[in-house]
């Protein structure tokens, strides 16, 4: 799950570390007023920043100086009634419903820390860089040597003479060695506390007044701790996610929209990764992949069903059920159950094996009078053969 950077500096805030004042608005007025708060303060210029699930908001002309409440009014117009599209959205964008306004900053010196699930390690990992305020993966790329890694303990998490030695490789001398270190310290509890994934500051920025601040952060957490968050879950911002990923989280299905036209419901992610290489094998593209669940239930597949029907991109759908706990039977009668009430409007494909299968495919072949874009499938191979042919 991800947040927005007005709420990662909240976090950041809550475990220690300095961030500069801002002002969260949802109207191009409340951006004028916010502006004005900052001018009478002495602010000289300000930033106005979308708050959206993505990067690449600077440029996509989504992150804006200003310096009178003209600009102020024009940037937050701008991209208040405007989609965000840039690298990491694709070419829909998304939608920008909340903006960030912060007085400016003169920046003397940026670094980037943050750290990061190391599956090789089997451990976080802090990384960090001199090279702050650039994209992370272009440094490591073209500078490895100016990425410093460190891995935590699994227990203890980032031990002080670690964050010392860091501090140290960033370039950091006398007093400011120890404030860093606080700074990367408490940044490894906020990673633990949260159940994060990923957590940033880029830039972390020395002022010309000699300040040490995050000007932005970044948290990713684990969805399969969330149950333990409910502070963070109520964080969450549906409108910056796909509406069909939304409602398959609510009816606890696993499900990933792709960029081809046959929707696939299967129960199992190893059947279903496979359903998925077989439709690629028969030379399909799938649309999707949907989980269903060991023990698929009846209502579950009836909601699947509603999702998939839902993608206009769906040309045709392959049902590809391993009856175990859920029986074949049970599925097939909330398979036709779904098509009397929701209408198939696309080929349906649908193999069933295993507890009570005869008895499902009698029930689906007795079904084709009343429901003829349902059709029977022998096997794996003759389903995904059928489902092609038929998108085709």
Do not use: W
């Not at 570390?17 to 000289?44: C, H, L, M, N, T």
């Not at 600077?58 to 690298?87: C, W």
């Not at 045709?316 to 029986?327: D, S």
């Amino acid at each position: 799950m991800k947040i927005h950077e007005y709420q990662a500096r909240q976090l950041l805030t809550d475990h220690g570390i300095a961030v500069p004042p801002a002002e969260v608005v949802r109207s191009a007025d409340e951006a004028v007023a916010a502006y004005r708060k900052f001018a009478a303060a002495g602010q000289s210029f300000c930033v106005v920043k979308a708050q959206v699930y993505a990067g690449g908001r600077g440029k996509a002309g989504f992150v804006k100086l200003v310096k009178t409440e003209a600009e102020a009014r024009d940037a937050a117009t701008f991209m208040l009634t405007n989609r965000m599209v840039s690298i990491q959205t694709g070419p829909e964008g998304v939608p920008v419903s909340v903006l960030l306004v912060a007085p400016g900053v003169d920046i003397a010196k940026e670094y980037y820390v943050g750290i990061v699930l190391d599956r090789g390690r089997n451990t976080a990992v802090l990384i960090a860089s001199a090279e702050g305020g650039m994209d992370i993966e272009e440094v490591a790329a073209k500078h490895p040597e100016k990425v410093f890694k460190e891995p935590l303990h699994p227990t203890l998490g980032l031990l002080p003479y670690q964050a010392t030695e860091i501090a140290f490789k960033l370039g950091f001398e006398g007093k400011r060695v120890r404030e860093v270190a606080g700074v990367l310290t408490n940044l490894a509890k906020a990673f633990y506390a949260t159940d994060a994934s990923l957590v940033e500051i880029n830039p972390l920025v020395v002022t010309k007044d000699d300040r040490l601040i995050a000007l932005d952060a970044k948290f990713n957490f684990d969805d399969n701790a969330l149950f333990k968050h409910p502070e963070l879950e109520a964080m969450r911002d549906e409108s910056q996610l796909n509406a069909l990923d939304v409602r398959a989280e609510k009816a606890k299905l696993s499900y990933i929209a792709l960029d081809g036209n046959i929707g696939c419901l299967v129960n199992g992610a190893g059947l279903a990764m496979a359903t998925m290489d077989i439709i690629k094998f028969h030379g399909g593209d799938p649309a999707n992949f949907l989980d269903v669940g060991g023990g698929v239930t009846p209502e579950g597949a009836r909601e699947a069903f509603s999702i998939l029907m839902s993608d206009p991109k769906v040309k045709g759908i392959l049902v590809n059920i391993f009856g175990g706990i859920a029986k074949c039977d049970l599925i097939a009668e909330a398979l036709i159950s779904a098509g009397k009430s929701l209408g198939f409007k696309v080929p349906v494909v649908v193999r069933l094996e295993g507890t009570n299968s005869e008895i499902a495919r009698k029930l689906i072949a007795d079904a084709q009078k009343d429901l003829p874009q349902i059709r029977p499938a022998n096997d794996l191979t003759d389903a995904a053969e059928k489902i092609v042919a038929a998108v085709k």
